[in-house]
């Protein structure tokens, strides 16, 4: 919590800082409340004194209105400042999130990023509004009441030493069995929100398999599990009430009983035993209000570790500074992409899903990639365009290895249509534009013309103007596809890397959409990953993969006669008219 206050606090530092004097004057004010209240029984009730009762009690409601207006003021800051300061740590979280390469996000998984954007800023929030509104005001006022009740008479200021510590110890014990609880509590609501997430998400597979019921049955397994640990600490907290009254009220009991033996020998008035009773209460109440901050600070500490965690992670993908423009690149006689025995594992060591690649592809040329499921095609994919390093072996682009380009000039250069298609809400226009902003309408219908998409956006109401709804779920698989490779053209790539792009398109479009690849002027290069082996055969060289390893490397010619995978793909697709050779 330290680190984070460090981080975000200074903006709000002299908001902060005035809320909590506004406090403490409401506080200074609760403290003096049960003094004056005295005065009034001893000097107005006793001798029947009207006048005094009146301006005494004009002077309380004057306090009150004075005291409201600081409370109103701090509520007002504490909000301000929380609130800020949650959408400054969100957007800081947001902004890094953004930087962390693929390893790292897959090292936090996605659903606890979430969670850690939404649900535990909101504790921080919570914790930081709390602060500024309670920190000073419980302390300060049980202490206070202490020091108050000891003034008026230290003997029957005994009572407090003893009620206030045997208070405490009850809360003390509680709160301890409870917050490692409510700890728990937040884990099994990870885990709820989680199976929610994942059930909802894949909601027509679980219809479509029956498993309705299994998922029901998973839900309320793990529903049961956060209820039973809420109940527990419900459980511990029904004792709190009962016990803290007992023991207020026999302090009460003791005040009274020895007071009224005091006021009878004359050495205290019954106004001093009335503000007695007034700041027992008041201590009371401050104990628990002290052991609900306690609460809230050790569940907003424990967010502020998770968003701390996030915000320290170093993004594994550093940026470099070469900034190559495209002009460049056309000059040099150098491969566009080249893998020199590279190798790949996720998560660092443990099984390789690349193992010593190399290829060069030389400028607009087609590399094809092919390859049965789970041999590395899409790792090798994702790190032509460094979404992750490769753990040895080197990757250069135009003869630069891929860490001296910066990020943004590599991403220009080099683009990519993922495996699945995705779209975000918006307008076709704002999906295509992702590699270039300001690209115009013919750039944007030449892109679509080349991935065989244009029928599909010229049929939409709006044309490039229609909507697309989160996760393009307004287009069909195949439409969506074509939507991604436009989107990777637009801006003018020299490399595509086309991840098993085209496998919703029928073969005739396919065949289509890589002729018209080609027939682009000043054509990209291009990595074509399949399982197909007509949407490669053509390619100008083809890498068989085979459990992260070069199966075999060529022409589909040379290929068919020295590498057996390769001819045994072929054959189980193709008749053998259509293999050739
Ligand atoms: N994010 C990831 N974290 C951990 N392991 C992964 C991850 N992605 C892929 N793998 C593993 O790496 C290996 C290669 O996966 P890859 O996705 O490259 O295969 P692929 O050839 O693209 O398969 P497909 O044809 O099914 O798309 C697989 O064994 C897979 O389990
Ligand atoms: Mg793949």
Redo the contacts with the bound molecule.
């Keep these: 919590m330290g680190e984070l206050l460090r981080a975000f606090l200074p903006p709000y530092r002299k908001k902060t800082l005035t809320g909590m004097a506004c406090k403490a004057v409401e506080v200074v004010f609760d403290l003096i409340t049960p003094m004056i209240v005295a005065r009034m029984i001893d000097s107005g009730v006793a001798n029947r004194d009207l006048g005094v009762v009146f301006r005494l009690g004009a002077l309380l409601v004057v306090l009150a209105l004075i005291g409201y207006l600081f409370t109103f003021v701090c509520q007002r800051l504490a909000a301000t400042v929380s609130q800020g300061m949650g959408t400054d740590i969100r957007d800081a979280l947001y902004h890094h999130i953004g930087e962390l390469g ?1 390893a790292d996000i ?1 090292r936090f998984g996605t659903p606890s990023l979430v969670t850690r954007v939404t649900n535990d800023v909101n504790q921080i929030q919570v914790a930081i509004a709390m602060g500024i509104r309670m920190l000073i005001r419980w302390p300060f006022i049980a202490l206070g009441s202490i020091v108050a009740a000891l003034l008026i008479d230290a003997r029957l200021g005994l009572v407090f030493l003893v009620c206030t510590p045997a208070i405490a110890a009850v809360f003390w014990v509680v709160m301890g069995r409870s917050i490692p609880l409510f700890r728990a509590i937040q884990v099994k609501l990870d885990t709820v929100s989680r199976i929610t997430r994942e059930t909802l998400e894949g909601v027509r597979v679980v219809r479509a398999f029956g498993r309705e019921g299994e998922e029901e049955r998973r839900f309320a397994l793990a529903a049961r599990d956060q209820t039973d640990t809420a109940i527990a600490v419900g459980r511990l907290s029904a004792v709190l009430n009962p016990v803290t009254f007992l023991i207020m009220n026999l302090g009460v009991v003791a005040i009274l009983w020895t007071g009224a033996y005091r006021v009878d020998a004359g050495s205290l008035t019954q106004g001093e035993v009335m503000a007695f009773v007034n700041y027992m209460t008041q201590v009371l109440v401050s104990i628990g209000y002290v052991a609900n901050l306690v609460v809230v600070f050790t569940r907003g500490s424990a967010s502020a570790t998770r968003v701390m965690e996030v915000l320290k992670e170093e993004p594994s993908i550093a940026d470099g500074s070469l900034n190559v423009s495209q002009a460049d690149i056309n000059e040099r006689a150098v491969p566009a992409l080249s893998f020199e025995d590279v190798s790949f594992s ?2 660092g060591e443990g ?1 390789r ?2 193992s010593h690649v190399s290829f060069e592809l030389p400028a607009g040329s087609t590399l094809g990639v092919i ?12 790190l032509a365009v460094r979404l992750y390093d490769p753990v040895e072996g080197k990757i250069a682009a135009w003869g630069e290895p891929l860490p001296t380009y910066e990020l943004k000039s590599l991403r220009s250069l080099v683009s990519i249509v993922p ?1 699945r298609a995705s779209l975000l809400s918006g307008t076709v226009r704002s999906n295509l534009s992702w590699r270039k902003p300001q690209a115009t309408d013919d750039e944007l219908w030449e892109a679509l013309s080349c991935a065989q998409a244009k029928d599909v956006v010229s049929s939409k109401e709006g044309g490039l103007d229609a909507p697309v709804e989160a996760g393009g779920t307004n287009f069909s698989g195949g439409q969506r596809q074509r939507l991604t490779i436009a989107r990777a053209l637009v801006g003018d790539p020299r490399v595509v890397v086309l ?2 792009s085209a496998s919703a398109l029928d073969y005739a479009t396919d065949a289509r959409l890589r002729k018209a690849l080609k027939d682009l002027p000043n054509h990209p290069a291009a990595i074509i ?1 399949s ?1 197909r082996v007509a949407a490669v055969m053509s390619a100008d060289q083809i890498l068989v ?1 085979d459990h ?1 390893r070069v199966a075999g490397l060529g022409t589909h010619d040379d290929l068919l006669r020295s590498c057996d995978i390769y001819r045994e793909i072929c054959l189980s697709q193709l008749k053998p008219e259509e293999v050739g050779a």
């Design positions: 693929a897959d996720y998560g099984e899903a690349l390859g049965g499921t789970g041999s590395g095609k899409s790792t090798l994919a994702s495996q991840d098993d990953v399982q993969l992260g």
